[in-house]
């Protein structure tokens, strides 16, 4: 049978829980009622499977102290804490299918907490209050699903029962298909790729590759979320090897852009001792929204409006030697095999021959300072007299990564990405 877990503050939200608890058994689910709250559950509500004081003591910390203490955001954080390691032991015991939550604000904050930490593809809805605007606090690189209460969680009435309603029938079906699915035989080993607009024809031709060596590529548009979202995967075990052939995230995290995916991006994966090949694919550009979003420090910059609500900035040779030991030195720790493709005839479809952001020099700096930082690392560095998105490049990204992934005898993980 199915098991939903639930995760509530039992001391605002009792009746609530109550009535969600009841309607996920009427609907063939177990359910595992973990109570998040700081204060005492007010007389006749639903005493949680993993009640408060064992939730605080989990993550080292005693309930009547947090409760003595007053201080109520650090309650918060840390009753937070525990629900996060109690969700995952649950979850490594099999006892979870699913999670639920239905909160406001804090509730939000403790829930998706212990969600984000979860695997990908292990369910997770969250009914919020918050869920109507920006969600990103809470969702982050996950997948989580987030449902707007509309009402406030005050009770069940006509409105809320519509809502939580729909909520119980989304978490139970999903909770019984991953009941029925997470142990199904593994498809294809995955392939994590990076991919841009300028690095399309690249990515399409290495995936094609990929495809007929019998990988899957599942390929993450390098928006900033996307390459967090391919750090996850990678730190996850999903996948049997990463092809980076977009670094443009690095250059707006150095440089100010409006697409960075932070300061770990490119990491995981050496982490994970993952074997990867990597390029400095758009690592050209830092991007920008329209053209009056460009900052005045800019304003004497070489710029390309890609269309009405994006701008691309040309990154300097400097610039370019930054991200260049940058890069060196974040793939000189990794723990698996690693290799660097570096195109000499361009790194983007604006930076070929004739482009607006062709910049041999530039570039030049960029794989002198990489080749410096990675002396007497593991790493192989091979520069190739070609352009990123030539498909001969392309392939041999896709055929040196294969190489790589079968000398390290890599497996993927178990993964759940059947429909």
Partial sequence: MATVVLVGTLDTKGAEYAWLSARLRASGCDVVLVDAGVM???????????????????????????????????????????????????????????????AGSGGSFIAARAMRALPLGVPKLLVSTMASGDVSPYVGDSDITMMYSVVDVAGINSVSSLILGNAVAAVAGMAAHRERNVNRPQGRPLIGASMFGVTTPAVDAARQRLDELGYEVLVFHATGAGGRALERLA???????????????????????????????????????????????????VNFGGRETVPERFAERRLLVHNPTVTLMRTTADEMAELGTLMGRKLAAAQGPTAVLWPSGGVSAVDAPGGPFRDPEADAAG?????????????????????????????????????????????????????
Avoid: C, K, Y
């Fill in 40 to 102: 005492p559950p007010p007389h006749g509500a639903p005493s949680g499977d993993v009640d408060a004081a064992a939730v605080a003591r989990r993550a080292g910390h005693d309930l009547d102290a947090l409760r003595a203490a007053g201080n109520r955001g650090a309650a918060v954080t840390a009753m937070a804490e525990g629900v996060e390691l109690v969700v995952g032991d649950l979850h490594r015991e099999g006892r979870l299918h699913a999670v639920l939550a239905v």
């Fill in 235 to 285: 730190a996850g075990g999903f996948l049997a090897g990463v092809l980076d052939l977009t670094a443009t995230e690095l250059a707006d995290e150095l440089v100010g852009g409006v697409l960075s995916a932070g300061p770990d991006r490119l990491t995981a994966a050496g982490r994970a001792g993952l074997p990867q090949v990597v390029a400095p694919g758009a690592l050209d550009m």
């Fill in 367 to 419: 794989l002198a300072a990489l080749r410096t930082a990675l002396d007497g690392s593991a790493v192989e560095l091979r520069e190739m007299d070609a352009h990123l998105n030539d498909p001969a490049f392309a392939v041999a990204a896709a055929d040196r990564l294969h190489r790589l992934i079968s000398a390290a005898g890599r497996v993927p993980a178990d993964t759940d990405t059947g429909a």
